[in-house]
C-alpha cells in the first residue's frame, strides 16, 4: 500500500511532480552514470527521486519539511542509494559534494534564485545540473542581450554555464496545481580551471551595479553605484563598450572584457 503523505504547505511552495512522462523526461535530460552521485533539492514526495535512484551510483536528497521524513523513507525504503537528509538547502554545504556532483531539482519558486546562486558558487563541484522553475526564471537565464529577460541573473548564470531550456511543464502535472507555468533548464557547467572567487566578487558587483539602474547609461548606473566616473571613462574606452550604451545591450564577452579593463584601471 502506498504511503499516505501530509497536505502541501503553501508557505514551503510545495507542488509535487505527479506526472511519470515527466519523470521519465528529467532523468533523460541529467543523462546519468551508474558513478555519478546526484544532489536532488526538494524530493517532496519522491516521484523524482526513485528514477535517480535507479540510473545513479548516489542520490543526496535534501529536503525542508520534516513531515515528509518518514513517508520518504517508508515509499522509498528499497532505494539502498539514497541518502536522504532534512534541511534547508540553503544551509546545504555544497562544498563538501564531490567533484562533477550532478544536481537535479525541482526547486521552490520562492527560493529558486538564492539556491541557484549558491549553487552557481559552488560550480567547482559540480558537472551540470537540470532544474525545474517557474518559466519567466527559466527564460531569465538564458536570455540573450536587448531582450525584456536579459539582466543579472542572464549574465551571471551564463558566465558559469551553458544555458539550454529544454522543456515546458504544463500546470496539471502538480498537485497542487501551480498558478505559474514551469520549464526544466539544462545547465552545462563550463571548465573551471583558473576560476578565482575574488575575482568572481568583483564581476558579480560589476554586473550588478550595471543593471541597477537599466533605464540609465552605463555611465550612470556604475556612476550611482560607487565607481569614480574617471575609472568608467578609462574602463569603457579600454575594453570597447559604449558608456552611453545600457546594460542589457552589453553581452557576456563585453561584461568580461570591462572587468579585465577595471583590474587595468583601478580607481
Request: charged share 25%; net charge neutral; aromatic share 6%.
Amino acid at each position: 500500500m502506498a504511503p499516505s503523505f501530509p497536505p502541501a504547505l503553501k508557505r514551503l511552495g510545495q507542488n509535487f511532480l505527479i506526472d511519470p512522462n515527466i519523470v521519465r523526461k528529467i532523468v533523460s535530460l541529467a543523462a546519468l552514470r551508474s558513478d555519478d552521485t546526484v544532489l536532488e533539492i526538494g524530493p517532496g514526495r519522491g516521484a523524482l527521486t526513485a528514477g535517480l535512484c535507479a540510473e545513479a551510483g548516489r542520490v543526496i536528497a535534501v529536503e525542508i519539511d520534516p513531515q515528509l521524513q518518514p513517508h520518504l523513507q517508508e515509499s522509498l525504503g528499497h532505494c539502498r542509494n539514497l541518502d536522504l537528509r532534512i534541511g534547508d538547502a540553503l544551509a546545504f554545504p555544497f562544498e563538501s559534494l564531490p567533484s562533477r556532483t550532478v544536481v537535479v531539482a525541482n526547486l521552490p519558486y520562492y527560493v529558486s534564485t538564492p539556491i541557484l546562486f549558491a549553487l552557481l558558487d559552488a560550480r567547482a563541484h559540480l558537472d551540470r545540473m537540470v532544474l525545474m522553475l517557474q518559466t519567466e526564471v527559466a527564460l531569465r537565464l538564458a536570455a540573450k542581450p536587448n531582450g525584456e529577460d536579459y539582466g543579472v541573473l542572464s549574465v551571471l548564470t551564463q558566465e558559469a554555464a551553458e544555458v539550454e531550456v529544454a522543456f515546458r511543464v504544463s500546470a496539471n502535472c502538480f498537485r497542487p496545481r501551480p498558478t505559474v507555468g514551469s520549464a526544466v533548464v539544462h545547465l552545462a557547467i563550463k571548465p573551471q580551471e583558473g576560476f578565482d572567487p575574488v575575482r568572481h566578487e568583483r564581476f558579480r558587483r560589476l554586473v550588478r551595479a550595471s543593471f541597477a539602474h537599466r533605464r540609465k547609461t552605463l555611465m550612470n548606473s556604475l556612476r550611482d553605484e560607487g565607481y569614480p566616473p574617471d575609472q568608467i571613462s578609462r574602463a569603457t574606452e579600454t575594453a570597447g563598450v559604449a558608456p552611453q550604451a545600457r546594460a542589457e545591450m552589453l553581452t557576456l564577452d563585453e561584461y568580461q572584457s570591462l572587468l579585465r579593463a577595471f583590474d587595468r584601471h583601478p580607481g
